[in-house]
């Protein structure tokens, strides 16, 4: 198990990870069709995805919660 203090860190990976995951998959099918090559053409757009997913969710991630902290109750 991970310390408690580490929960938002991971809260950013998994739903960068996932949240990737599913886009490429979709955005990829969308563009190029499912044939022989579609699993190579995602996996070379994830690979390119990943790290900027998770780089945007490290910066947007906590001024969102900032934002959404302030205009709830």
Request: proline share 3%; hydrophobic share 55%.
């Amino acid at each position: 198990m991970f310390s408690k203090k580490y929960s938002n860190l991971l809260f950013i990976l998994v739903m960068g990870f996932g949240m990737s995951l599913l886009m490429t998959l979709i955005i990829t099918y969308v563009n190029t069709g499912m044939d022989n090559g579609y699993f190579n053409r995602f996996l070379k757009a994830w690979a390119f995805g990943l790290p900027i997913a998770i780089t945007a969710a490290l910066l947007v991630g906590p001024v969102a919660k900032k934002f959404v902290d302030k205009i709830t109750k």
